[in-house]
């Protein structure tokens, strides 16, 4: 008998067995695509956090800045025709916001409407300390951790959305927004007014801050819709929005994307229409947080933003923003547009 030899070769062939399996399962589960390291993922709820602080203290930079001089430059016009504007609380704001989260996510990539100017201490930001708990948004503290990979987010940020109006003095209109893109959807949203000072936040499919209001829905609205238009170019748009919903319409012209979407958010406006060229920094923020919210925000055709890349910057399609009714009033778009001049 030669229980030895046997022994052996299934043991071999176990072995064997048990090796192919553990390939087969490991490429099955796109193993390779596992993080080898840590900091290849990050938490979401780490990034809430700082999306908040940076948000804030890009906030302080732009009260600070009112009450010195502006500086107030023109990066040229718009498509349209309208001054874009620049100040120093612009660059201020952005240096806090986009360092304090580069330096405290380092492997992130961030996408900032401003650029910085040759000045050493503007990367000089205090890291952001994602442990300590934000006392108003105490909420957070009580939610799961959930990591993802670091390679799929995008941040998008603006560091003064108004910028035009915050040099007229209009400050009820201006906000600092931070949005976490994943795989190029908005996913939290960070929506921040320095003036007086609040913040509101959303994460898509978890929760929303406490000072966003429930809104009942309202079925006659549809008939008699409110809609809030860009205070640079009221007349064309007003003028769509009235043909395509209805001489019941109102139509209310503000600044702000930010603002603008939290009017809709908060139900003051039931629709925001955008009919001209828009960036997707305005954008992403308040499409995270309409998102959390039940609502919608789409090109006028119909389409989803993708904000996983820096590369295209700019949305040519125009802007519905609904909490409610989205498909609605998405159909009574096309046919207007297209009789655009
Ligand atoms: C709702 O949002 C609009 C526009 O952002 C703002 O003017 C208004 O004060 C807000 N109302 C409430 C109750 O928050």
Redesign the pocket.
Known sequence: MNFGGTLRLNKFACFTLAFILFLIIYWRSGGSNYPTDKSDLVNLKSLLKAAIYAAERGGKKVIDGKNHDLHVKSKGKTQEGANDPVTDADYASHCAMYYSLKNTFPKLSIVSEEHSKADSSCEHQELIDTDAMIPEHRVIDFMNDEHVFTKDVTIWIDPLDATQEYTESLY?YVTTMVCVAIRGVPIIGVIHYPFPPRTYWGWFTKKISSNI?NVPHQEENKEHPKVVVSRSHPGKVAEIAKEAFGPMTTVTS?AGAG??V??VV?G?YDVYLHATAIKKWDLCAGDAIIKSVDGKLTTTKGDFIDYSSSENVKVTDGILVSRYDHDFYLKKMPKILSALP
């Open positions: 009820q209001a503000a603002y603008k939290m009017g908060n003051t």
